[in-house]
Nanobody, 120 residues
């Protein structure tokens, strides 16, 4: 079983910055990729940023140039640096980690989410 825990959310003013952290633990052999998603009430969860084990990244168009995803493979952690925050970035942010556990059993685990609120 793999557990994913997010931290770092909070309330920030428009134009401010936040850094979200994600830690995966448990029966992990390798993590193929980690990603951040976000969701607001009444809308589908959307991909914000994704990073592979090799460091390749991709971002939603709405956050390109403002958000940066990074990861530490040795620590099974990922971070999302969010700059120039806008009210429309307000959402619950979720971390996802997927890869392989012991005996080549795959996993796809999500955290509980952390609230980010950007006030104007």
């Amino acid at each position: 079983q793999v557990h994913v825990v997010e931290s770092g959310g909070g309330l920030v003013l428009t134009g401010g910055s936040l850094r979200l952290s994600c830690a995966a633990s448990g029966s992990i052999f390798s993590i193929n990729a980690m990603a951040w998603y976000r969701q607001v009430p009444g809308k589908e969860r959307e991909l914000v940023a994704h990073i592979t084990s090799g460091g390749s990244t991709n971002y939603a168009d709405s956050v390109k140039g403002r958000f940066t995803i990074s990861r530490d493979n040795a620590e099974n952690t990922a971070h999302l640096r969010m700059n120039s925050l806008k009210p429309e970035d307000t959402a619950v942010y979720y971390c996802r980690a997927y890869g392989l556990g012991p005996n080549d059993k795959s996993f796809d685990s999500w955290g509980q989410g952390t609230q980010v609120t950007v006030s104007s």
